[in-house]
């Protein structure tokens, strides 16, 4: 069993930063893959990042975030981290962080969700 802890969710105006952390327990960290992904209201939840594991790092992006938001981990502390520029209203949403075993299949836990809001 995998428990997550996102944190770092907040208001921010248009054109801002906020950098998302997402803490797992477990002592295999480094092996997992991660995933950031966000819901709006009324909308269904949609990927925005993710990053392999295994000492590769290898990301991967939306389109919709491409150049404005980093995926990065820290092995040592068990975190995998979301830095957000040039934030927009559209970027509104609660965020999820996600983890699972390989590169392949479902993402098997989840954090609970920090909301951001990003005001025009």
């Known amino acids: 069993q995998v428990q997550l802890v996102e944190s770092g969710g907040g208001l921010v105006q248009a054109g801002g930063s906020l950098r998302l952390s997402c803490t797992a327990s477990g002592r295999t960290f480094s092996t997992y893959h991660m995933g950031w992904f966000r819901q709006a209201p009324g909308k269904e939840r949609e990927f925005v990042a993710a990053i392999s594991g295994w000492g590769t790092g290898i990301t991967n992006y939306a389109d919709s975030v491409k150049g404005r938001f980093t995926i990065s981990r820290d092995n040592g502390k068990n975190t995998v981290y979301l830095q957000m520029n040039s934030l927009k209203p559209e970027d509104t949403a609660v965020y999820y962080c996600?983890?699972?075993?390989?590169?392949?299949?479902?993402?098997?836990?989840w954090g609970q969700g920090t909301q951001v809001t990003v005001s025009s």
């Open positions: 996600a983890s699972k075993a390989g590169g392949t299949g479902p993402y098997n836990y």
